[in-house]
C-alpha cells in the first residue's frame, strides 16, 4: 500500500477550503499517485469546481500553487509533484461524482475502473454532483 499521512491530506483540504472562502465549493479534490506501485511516490493534486471553471487556467493554478505553498507544510507539499484543474462538466469528473459522494474525508480507491478509466491507486478528499451552487459549509 502506498502511504499517504491522513494529516497530508486534511492540511491539503483545509487551505483549499481557504482558497475558496465566500465560492462555492469543489466538485472533486482527489490524489492520484504519479507512479501507483512506488513506495515513495509523489501524488497529483487534482482539483475541480464550477467556479474554476470560469477562470484562467494559468492564473489560477499560479494562483492556488502560492496559496498552498503558503498555508501547507513544506515537508508534506514535496509530495505533490503535480497540481491538475479539470473542468467541473468533465466526463471523468462527472463519472467520479456519480460514483462516490464524499462531502468532506477520505475514501481510499484500489484496482477500480471508473467511467472506462483504470484507477490503480487514489484518495478522494471531496467528490460532490451540486448543481445548484451550495456554499461551504462547517
Known amino acids: 500500500d502506498i502511504p499517504l499521512e491522513k494529516e497530508h491530506s486534511k492540511d491539503i483540504r483545509k487551505s483549499l477550503k481557504d482558497f475558496a472562502t465566500g465560492k462555492n465549493d469543489y466538485s472533486l479534490i482527489m490524489l492520484v499517485p504519479s507512479e501507483p506501485y512506488s513506495l515513495n511516490t509523489k501524488w497529483s493534486l487534482i482539483v475541480s469546481a464550477p467556479w474554476l471553471d470560469k477562470k484562467s487556467h494559468r ?8 496559496h498552498l505553498r503558503a498555508t501547507v507544510p513544506s515537508s508534506e507539499l514535496t509530495n505533490l509533484s503535480r497540481i491538475s ?5 468533465d466526463t471523468f469528473v462527472r463519472s467520479i461524482n456519480f460514483e462516490f459522494n464524499v462531502p468532506d474525508g477520505l475514501v481510499d480507491i484500489n484496482n477500480s ?14 467528490s460532490q454532483n451540486f448543481e445548484h451552487g451550495e456554499s461551504i459549509g462547517e
Open 85 to 89: 484543474l479539470m473542468r467541473s462538466d
Open 113 to 126: 475502473t471508473i467511467n472506462g478509466v483504470q484507477i490503480d491507486k487514489a484518495y478522494i478528499l471531496r
Open 59 to 66: 492564473e489560477t493554478l499560479r494562483k492556488l500553487h502560492s
